[in-house]
């Protein structure tokens, strides 16, 4: 594990970078909105009825879970916890922040995991979460939270980008993105990968292997968990950026939010986050209500994961007295 104290690196306040961190994920306030009216809402109406028919379908399989037979209702749980990791462990943690270092078997293992969620192919997921570290609750912030908490968690997908957004996403440099070869192969044949992993695998497993009606298995499994690891996320970006304690730094908006801790497998820590982005563990508290890190470190023991990106305690402690709330507590 590395642990960051060397005073001569880069800094994000009290924040000692590795060097081998991306920069694009530090917080940038030499941003300035640009004066004038802002620029109209334009809705995306093939976004808007699509979500609308998978949150209706999800309320639906919802209501057949007391059909579903044990083994379905486990598979679902399986299906959440691997589509989850592929945006924690992966697209977050691994790719957007490199915190920490990936084998081979262990990078195509998480894009598989991350096609299942469906949430944007890795590349693009990383680079909007990069504009989101560095321009936090700006126009230049894809969900902002400022724009109100339904902005931040679902309408953001509905309209299109503040032109912000693309203009400071188009100057960062992504090389490491462009050079990671599983990266860039889940990117050329994302929508087959999605067809096959978030959608067929789901759904024709229970089938298959237990005699699970189909109709049962495209509802719970497939639409149902889908809609939940979106939803989980989405609270990171809306409740976590509202709702908790900003023990490390107050001020800025993202908050310790133990709910969404909990519902996004150890991604609700979001003062800490933002304020410590290149940590692997995402928490000052390793793999306390954090599913993703205790994979990790699991990870690390089989030899599949390496140089996992730590704050030392005693930096995370003088940052915490510095521009913390006064609720840091070491336990
Ligand atoms: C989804 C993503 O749900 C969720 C991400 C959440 C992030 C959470 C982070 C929290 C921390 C981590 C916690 C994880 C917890 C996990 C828990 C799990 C239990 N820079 O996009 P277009 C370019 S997705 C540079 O069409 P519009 C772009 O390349 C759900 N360039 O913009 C293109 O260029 P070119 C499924 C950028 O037209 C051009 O701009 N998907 C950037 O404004 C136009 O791009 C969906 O629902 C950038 N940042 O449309 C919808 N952005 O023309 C998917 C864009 O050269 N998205 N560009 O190719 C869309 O339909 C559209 O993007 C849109 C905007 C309608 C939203
Ligand atoms: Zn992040
Ligand atoms: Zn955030």
């Known amino acids: 594990m590395t642990e960051t104290t060397n005073p001569n690196k880069q800094q994000n306040g009290d924040a000692v970078m590795p060097e081998t ?13 640009k004066e004038g009216p802002k620029p109209p809402m334009r809705l995306v109406w093939r976004n808007i009825i699509l979500m609308f028919l998978l ?17 379905t209702l486990a598979w679902t749980a399986l299906c959440f916890l691997l589509s989850a990791l592929g945006i924690t462990a992966g697209a977050h943690r691994l790719w957007s922040h490199k915190s920490y270092k990936a084998s081979t078997p262990l990078r195509v293992f998480l894009a598989l995991a991350n096609s299942m969620a469906f949430q ?6 990383a680079r909007d979460h990069r504009v989101h570290h560095k321009y936090s609750e700006t126009d230049a912030d894809p969900h902002n939270a400022v724009r109100g908490f339904f902005f931040a968690h679902i309408g953001w997908l509905l309209v299109r980008k503040h032109p912000d957004v693309i203009e400071k996403g188009k100057k960062l440099e992504l090389t490491d993105l462009k050079a990671d070869k599983v990266v860039m192969f889940q990117k050329k044949y994302y929508k087959l990968s999605v067809v096959l992993l978030c959608f067929l695998v789901p759904t024709w497993v229970p089938w298959f292997l237990w005699d699970e009606s189909l109709w049962v298995g495209y ?3 497939c639409l149902m968990r889908y809609a939940l690891v979106l939803n989980a996320t989405w609270l ?28 996004a497998i150890g991604e609700g820590f979001h003062n800490y986050h933002h304020t410590f982005p290149f940590d692997y563990a995402t928490s000052e508290f390793g793999v306390k209500l954090n599913i993703t890190t205790a994979f990790i470190d699991l990870m690390c023991f089989l030899g599949l994961a390496k140089d996992c990106k730590r704050v030392s305690r005693d930096l995370i402690s003088t940052r915490a007295q510095r521009t913390g709330d006064g609720s840091h507590k070491t336990g």
Request: no cysteine.
């Open 21 to 33: 961190s991306t920069r694009d994920d530090v917080f940038d306030d030499s941003y300035r909105a």
């Open 55 to 71: 949150h209706i379908g999800a309320l639906y399989g919802l209501m057949l879970v007391p059909s579903a037979s044990a083994l």
């Open 120 to 125: 944007n192919d890795i590349y693009e997921w």
């Open 219 to 221: 509802f719970i499994p």
């Open 236 to 263: 990171v970006n809306s409740a976590a950026h509202m709702w908790g304690n900003r023990p490390y730094d107050r001020n800025i908006n993202p908050s310790e939010n133990r709910f969404v801790a909990f519902s």
